[in-house]
């Protein structure tokens, strides 16, 4: 936790997707930045960062430009002035959501129920992150946004609102789709989605996209060169690999938890591959034993993700390994076993695997999922064998 975290302190700082910044800057200098925007991209891409720059660009109160040859100007940010340090004050998401919820959790019962989350570095500036535990964007949340979006922004030129993704409760999304169809002129909004698709058509219809696109591997093995030197070299490339393209994520990976969580999601598929071959008896005991350990609450939610992320990255590296481009392998180190697997696992098993995984991911979206679905998932995956 308390991880202080600096924004870049100039936008060439940010890492990769040069051109997409250069025309969300072109746009904010020429007061043409869209009402709606989807900053659309994997985990750790910078959405979040980038969203905060944009939106020191906007409320900065010196409005520096950048100036090219060609005429073309560039809106920038000061870094220094009382609208960029505040909005800079939220760089930490992490951070600031876990304060939000532990002053909710010192409210009354009553009012608990009431209290969404909610983060104001600013008076013009609404961060708007998934509430917890559901980890979905809330009606009230929603609400308290539209009722805001009404009034003039007080100390900035523009009212500010970043949704930080794009997991809404279905009511909320309605109510959105709300500001979304007449936005107030001083209002701007912006969701975070790691997948658009999750939105309502109709929202994205409203929207304008930006893409932010992962970084290649070398970049990436050279910026943890630079800012990780505690990693010895070989686990930078395995890192680069497994943060697939994504700055940040590969800066804050922890190669410890990533691996403990995959040793688990392994015996998902060895398991399932003893029980193919028909050589050997599955393994049921260690699974279940294993599954036991995965409890409901906090900590047990973020354990089970972190287990069905690795097992989804297997899935994927079988998945290259059958297409016959062992060159995209993630989990580089585990080879072997990979190649193993991937002879007894066939195609159509690996497809199905990755259907149910994702509806058990959906499901510890919507908080369903306790130890018994993780129980009926790994059974799913051995009898759904062949
Ligand atoms: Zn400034």
């Keep these: 936790m308390s991880n202080p975290i600096a924004l870049p302190s100039t936008f060439n700082d940010f890492l990769g997707n040069s051109t997409a910044i250069e025309h969300l800057r072109t746009a904010i200098a020429a007061g043409r930045l869209p009402h709606s925007l989807i900053l659309a991209g994997p985990t750790g891409a910078g959405k979040y960062t980038l969203a905060l720059m944009l939106a020191m660009a906007v409320e900065c109160e010196r409005q520096p430009r950048d100036l090219w040859s060609n005429g073309v100007s560039l809106a920038s940010f000061c870094g220094v002035c009382h609208n960029c340090t505040r909005i800079a004050s939220a760089a930490n998401l992490e951070d600031e959501v876990d304060k939000a919820v532990a002053i909710r959790e010192e409210l009354r019962e009553t009012d608990k129920k009431d209290t969404r989350i909610l983060i104001q570095p600013h008076p013009d500036v609404l961060i708007v992150p998934p509430d917890p ?3 979905l964007i809330k009606l009230g949340q929603i609400r308290t946004v539209i009722q805001r979006s009404h009034y003039l922004p007080g100390e900035a030129p523009k009212k500010l609102f970043i949704l930080t993704a794009a997991s809404f409760m279905k009511e909320a999304a309605n109510s959105l789709l709300k500001v979304l169809e007449e ?104 699974l279940f034993k294993m599954t036991e350990t995965y409890r409901a609450g906090a900590e047990g939610q973020q354990k089970t993700t972190a287990l069905l992320r690795s097992l989804s990255l297997l899935l994927e590296d079988l998945l290259l390994l059958g297409a016959g481009t062992p060159e995209l392998l993630r989990n580089t180190d585990l080879r072997p076993e990979l190649d193993r697997l991937s002879q007894t696992l066939s195609f159509h098993w690996i497809e199905q695997a990755s259907r149910a995984l994702d509806q058990v991911q959906s499901g510890l979206r919507r908080n369903l999922l306790r130890s018994l679905s993780l129980d009926a998932f790994a059974a799913q995956l051995t009898t759904t064998a062949r």
């Design 133 to 135: 535990p559901q980890l």
């Design 183 to 286: 936005p107030p002129d001083t209002v701007h909004l912006i969701i975070l989605a790691e997948n658009p698709g999750e939105l309502l058509p109709t929202i994205r219809s409203r929207c304008a996209t930006v893409r932010l696109g992962a970084l290649p591997v070398e970049e990436i093995e050279q910026l943890l060169a630079d800012r990780r030197q505690d990693v010895p070299p070989q686990q930078r490339t395995l890192i680069a690999r497994l943060s697939q393209g994504a700055a940040g994520k590969a800066i804050g990976f922890d190669l410890a938890a990533y691996t403990a969580a995959r040793a688990d999601a392994l015996l998902f598929l060895r398991n399932a591959a003893a029980a193919n071959t028909g050589n050997a008896e599955p393994d049921h005991t260690a």
